[in-house]
């Protein structure tokens, strides 16, 4: 085997790179986050834990990542197949969202780019370049200028995002969870028709919008914005993590027609952690779990006010739930930490409701939970894919999900209920059923559901998913990535 030893310059450091002259074309893949192995505590980071291994064994190909230094992470490692190199961000970040936050996320994201540019240089431009999430928009661009092929996956969307938070002031749900004046404010000034538009305006004049004298929440999303532009004017071809997600994906930005496809994540396969449950056990209770980051996105403050409105309208049938929330809620360090707070006082305030709050736990510690639940309440406004849907149903959990794009993808009755969530009014009404109807269900429908769920899971493989990526990395007719 011939290797040269190449070395990266960077204004952020200098990287050993090791180049295998004799091996295939490698991968160089930009990821704001990559964990060290076994340590993933969110959707993002375990997507990347199982792709970027997949990728490898699926291609035979090196994956060379690069991506920000996270709290105590080795600046560089490496599994079976790929390595990683991390950067460091201009300012420490103590966990991954942190970098979201205003005062991180411009160096954060250019620190990224610098160091995938430079790592590109070395691999060379024949390299394909698999770009995860908007973060690395500023990546895209400066790859793409460079002559790499350049793939760009939507693991999720800023446009979308804004879209939804237009909407806080057509919902008083929203309005008291979020206690957003400039958002409400901008919703009522916009009409919804005129919200997509307004969007794609907004990430077209993000570069110079974004140093006018706005709130610092506004002007961050204006930089994210403007990198989920760069991602979809630059990149060749662009992932997104299902069908429906790329429908709506489309939709706001139409110039990704014809270079866009869809790739379900894979479900954890077999065997999974034995079940483990906080509460002592109950025949007759229903253990609901709810899992995710405590953001706006999730939807969890429709779950607390329907927990309440189900307690005021049946308390005997209330008193049999029990509820693990997973991810952090109510002690939150990034965006959305005012919203975490209030919900959690929300759940803590049920009078029959039991809930463990359990915060961030390991990967492991989720599926444990996952297995002992009867069902997973997922009320996302928007969610792309939810990959804690195919993790709660190789456990063999029932969903109850809001009929956002990734669950319209995923569920199908009797395990997988949507819940309508078109009229934002009518959101808390439509889950508070979904919930009375699951308590009416016969322990035996809940164990047939629960084996349709696992059996469903079984279809969806990473390996699968890794084979998808691969054919828009190395395309049999490439097709040329559209500028705004």
């Known amino acids: ?76 490692e490496a599994g079976v197949g790929w390595e990683v190199t991390r950067v460091s961000p201009p300012s420490p970040l103590p966990d991954v969202f942190s970098a979201y936050l205003p005062e991180h996320f411009p160096g954060a994201v250019q620190a990224l780019a610098e160091a995938a540019t430079s790592i590109g240089h070395t691999l060379g431009p024949d390299t394909p370049a698999w770009c995860h999430g908007y973060e690395t928009g500023t990546a895209v661009a400066a790859l793409a200028a460079n002559g790499h092929r350049v793939i760009g996956v939507a693991h999720y969307l800023v446009g979308i ?83 429906e997600f790329k429908r709506a994906m489309n939709d706001l930005y139409p110039c990704t027609v014809g270079r866009s496809i869809a790739a379900i994540a894979g479900a954890p396969s077999p065997p999974l952690p034995a079940p483990i449950w906080p509460f002592p056990d109950r025949p007759d209770a229903l253990r609901l779990a709810v899992v995710g980051r405590p953001t706006g996105q999730k939807g969890w403050d429709y779950l607390a006010e329907a927990l309440h409105r189900l307690e005021a309208i049946d308390a005997t049938a209330a008193a049999r739930i029990e509820l693990v929330a997973i991810g952090g809620l109510g002690n939150w360090s990034g965006p959305f930490s005012d919203y975490s707070s209030r919900v ?64 319209r993808d995923l569920l199908e009755p009797p395990w997988g209920h949507l819940v309508p969530f078109g009229d934002p009014e009518r959101r808390v009404d439509h889950l508070t059923d979904a919930l009375r109807t699951l308590l009416t269900q016969r322990a035996t429908q809940l164990d047939a559901a629960s084996l349709d769920a696992a059996s469903m899971a079984a279809r969806y493989t990473w390996d699968q998913c890794a084979q998808q990526h691969l054919e828009a990395l190395f395309p049999a007719r490439p097709v040329s990535a559209h500028r705004w």
């Open 1 to 76: 085997m011939a290797v040269s030893l190449n070395t990266i310059i960077s204004s952020r450091g200098t990287y050993p790179l090791p180049v295998d002259t004799d091996r295939p074309t490698p991968v160089l893949a930009v990821v704001i986050q990559m964990p060290s192995p076994g340590t993933s505590r969110d959707g993002q980071a375990n997507y990347m834990s199982h792709i970027v291994p997949a990728l490898a064994e699926v291609s035979g190909r090196e994956i060379h990542v690069v991506a920000l230094q996270i709290g105590d992470q080795p600046a560089h």
């Open 344 to 407: 959690a006082r929300s759940l803590e305030a049920l009078d029959h409701v039991r809930v463990a709050n359990l915060g961030l736990v390991a990967h492991d510690t989720v599926l444990a939970h996952l297995g002992a639940a009867h069902a997973l309440v997922h009320p996302a406004v928007f969610e792309p894919l939810g990959l804690v849907i195919l993790e709660a149903m190789a456990a063999g959990c029932l969903v109850i999900a809001a009929d956002a794009a990734g669950p």
């Open 161 to 243: 995002e804004s879209l939804h938070d237009l909407a806080v002031g057509d919902d008083p749900v929203r309005r008291e969870a979020f206690d957003s004046p400039w958002a409400v404010r901008l919703g009522r000034t916009i009409p919804q028709a005129m919200r997509p538009m307004t969007v794609r305006w907004a990430a077209r004049s993000g570069p110079w919008m974004s140093a006018l004298p706005l709130p610092a929440a506004i002007r961050t999303q204006l930089q994210k914005l403007d990198q989920e532009r760069q991602l979809v004017a630059h990149a060749n071809a662009v992932i997104a993590v299902g069908p």
